[in-house]
């Protein structure tokens, strides 16, 4: 007799009794099969919970369709908005990202690779096809907008991000298909913000890039570090708003970025950029350098995914900039086009390179993947010839044809890094790892010719280098932690002045740029490498040193980062403040010392805020930081912590993302040799059928 999965339980499934199973023809089985991958660490528990509430709408589902519905939403956690069938059937473990962290034995349960390895893509297909919890892409029925997973071809959707891909398409075609005017003299108007005797050997992508966003609704800028991705918006907005200026009806430019700190490091060099902007004061006002965040540009309301700006009221505008957009996912992206009046201007900036957003979904990746070819049809690269005065003939992008796709028509790639030129080992180092060159990155790592590239193999876990290196970097070079509480020590204000002179606020600041100048970035959480293990370990090993004067909670020096947005404090995700002993002002402890949190106002002048650690609820300690989190920031001297396996999250873009979080130093931490290596061969694919979709109808290549 034939047993059933529910005979096997509670004993932990195991491949050997695979054979003595029958097909999974019973939903029940499938249901306990998955709460042991949940204990296991394989599926979160909302899986299985969303798992069990489309069990409760359709009891006699097969469960086949409950199967791809738990691995849907699994892949929603790891950033990929649908589930591809056949690519998930061919390689399960690497589509599914398993094991997942902290998992490096796969134990003696059944694994899902093996689970799946018995299944038909075809039948797969076929089964959700006619199932009533699924809908197929085409059918626009009353019936099928209820249902909550939508299938489109190969891919499996769930119905709330099936639907933001399809206002992100809708939204891009409408910009797209459009044509903006632009002015009669554009040539004359680039020659005057751009120098034209320039090294004249040189394509000047930046021209090229502002020319092409003069004549659309929607334009992509994208680029690496320092290759002027600011200055050419500055010098774009010139160019949009002086005709408009001129004609007595200035545009309403507004600027934002993902995160507070991206948003600060944006209106600082947004500030600087527009002061040496060759062009009437009267245009020059009319320039914003305030950047503000995207969730505050909308309107976030606390607690909802919903926002004050949508497509019932839209945002008051006419260009809208957004930096660092490579951060920004899918249904952030489903917003900010829903919320853009239709005659509105949007410019994304950012690299392409890059980790995409922590939430699910890569636009910006999406959006330029032929960035680097290019596949200008003739018209555009004709038009581009004459009004720029640049020839592409040498440019080595390829040619596109008269049906190339729209999109492509809208995208530039900035191409020349005056952060990290010929010489830079950051440079080299971030370019050999983004052509996915291990054996060079290596390489490069070892010859030690270059004064801003170091590499630190570790012994073991117990290894005290590591340490030395996070207190006191590299001699007289690159600093480390020791620094910044140096500074917070012998700088501070002589006791009994008054918390109102601005000595406090000076010293305050000085604490926080000196804090800059270090920062230790992991790739994962959990673990000896992980940023909890580490932000403890680094936290015993200043108190060792009679760095800091404690290791509770809250203590002098202790760093933070914000984990949410406080709308209430004024604190955005990412913001980082350093807890410091300061006067209090009045009441019965006027001029004792009470411990309160500064933070960077991110006013682009240096001011800073002061709040009460008991205001704060979502903050963490952060000697360490996850590389993730260290998006839309730059500290002088970064140091790169890998774990001592390979893990799903080590790719090339994390690894890209995290050199280039450097200015002026880098550090690649090894506590295991061959993981580098291991990792930069490694790309992110994160599915989605965004440019899918862009592309039906189109010929997209000629």
Request: net charge neutral.
């Amino acid at each position: 007799m034939n047993r059933t999965f529910a005979d096997l339980l509670p004993t932990p499934l195991t491949a050997e009794s695979l054979a003595q199973l029958t097909p999974l023809t019973r939903a029940d089985d499938l249901l306990l099969l998955l709460t042991q991958w949940v204990e296991r660490g394989w599926l979160r528990a909302l899986d299985k919970a969303f798992v069990a509430f489309l069990h409760e709408l359709a009891p006699d589902v097969d469960p086949l369709v409950l199967l791809a519905a738990a691995l849907t939403s699994h892949q929603l956690g790891h950033g990929h908005v649908c589930l591809d069938l056949f690519e998930t059937l061919k390689a399960p473990d690497f589509a599914l990202s398993l094991p997942p962290e902290g998992d490096a034995q796969p134990g003696v349960l059944l694994l899902p690779s093996q689970l799946l390895e018995t299944l038909d893509g075809a039948h797969w297909c076929k089964v959700l096809a006619g199932s009533s919890l699924v809908a197929l892409a085409a059918d626009e029925g009353a019936s099928a907008q209820e249902r909550p997973l939508v299938l489109s071809g190969k891919r499996l959707y769930l119905r709330r991000y099936w639907a933001y891909e399809r206002r992100i398409d809708s939204a891009l075609r409408q910009r797209l298909a459009e044509q903006e005017a632009t002015p009669s003299d554009l040539a004359r108007r680039l020659d005057a913000l751009f120098d034209p005797a320039q090294r004249p050997d040189v394509i000047d992508w930046q021209k090229l890039a502002c020319a092409l966003a003069t004549r659309s609704a929607f334009s992509i800028i994208t680029g690496g570090p320092g290759t002027g991705k600011t200055t050419t918006v500055v010098r774009l907005l010139a160019l949009l708003q002086a005709p408009a200026v001129e004609a007595h009806q200035p545009l309403r430019i507004r600027l934002a970025a993902p995160t507070g700190k991206a948003a600060a490091r944006l209106t600082e060099s947004i500030s600087q950029q527009v002061q040496s902007l060759k062009v009437a004061d009267s245009v020059r006002e009319k320039i914003p350098t305030e950047v503000t965040t995207v969730h505050r540009l909308l309107g976030s309301r606390p607690g909802t995914r919903h926002f004050r700006h949508h497509a019932g009221n839209r945002l008051p505008l006419d260009v809208l900039v957004v930096d660092e957009a490579s951060m920004i996912d899918l249904e952030m992206m489903a917003n900010l086009l829903d919320a853009l009046p239709p005659h509105a201007r949007l410019v994304l900036l950012g690299d392409k390179d890059q980790l995409a957003s922590v939430e699910a979904g890569a636009v910006l990746g999406d959006l330029c993947r032929d960035a680097e070819a290019g596949w200008y049809s003739p018209q555009t690269r004709q038009w581009l010839e004459q009004v720029s005065g640049e020839s592409l003939q040498d440019s080595g992008l390829h040619e596109g044809s008269d049906g190339s796709h729209p999109l492509a028509q809208q995208v530039v790639m900035l191409r020349h890094s005056r952060r990290f030129g010929e010489g830079s080992g950051i440079g080299q180092l971030a370019r050999r790892v983004n052509q996915q060159l291990p054996d060079e990155a290596r390489q490069l790592l070892e010859v030690k010719t270059h004064g801003d590239v170091f590499s630190l193999p570790l012994q073991n876990e117990h290894d005290r280098k590591l340490e030395h290196l996070v207190l006191d970097g590299h001699g007289v070079g690159p600093h480390g932690y020791r620094h910044y509480l140096s500074v917070l020590r012998d700088r501070r204000p002589a006791s009994g002045m008054p918390l109102e002179n601005p000595g406090w606020v000076n010293w305050a600041r000085d604490v926080l740029r000196a804090f800059d100048t270090f920062q230790l970035l992991c790739a994962v959480r959990k673990g000896p490498w992980g940023v909890e293990g580490l932000n403890q370990r680094i936290t015993d090993a200043l108190l060792k040193a009679r760095l800091i004067e404690s290791d509770q909670q809250w203590y002098e020096g202790r760093p933070v980062l914000m984990t949410r947005n406080d709308y209430g404090l004024g604190l955005m995700n990412g913001d980082i403040g350093i807890a410091l002993k300061l006067p209090e002002r009045d009441g019965p402890d006027a001029g004792k010392s009470v411990l309160r949190v500064a933070f960077p106002r991110n006013d682009g002048r240096g001011g800073v805020r002061f709040v009460l650690p008991s205001r704060l609820n979502d903050v963490e300690t952060v000697y360490a930081m996850t590389v993730h989190k260290s998006q839309g920031s730059e500290f002088a001297h970064t140091a790169l912590i890998l774990p001592d396996a390979l893990n799903p999250v080590l790719t090339k873009e994390l690894i890209y993302t995290g050199i280039t979080r450097a200015k002026d130093w880098f550090t690649l931490i090894e506590p295991r040799s061959g993981v580098f290596e291991d990792a930069v061969q490694r790309k992110v694919k994160r599915l989605s059928g965004l440019m899918l979709e862009l592309e039906e109808g189109t010929s997209h290549k000629g």
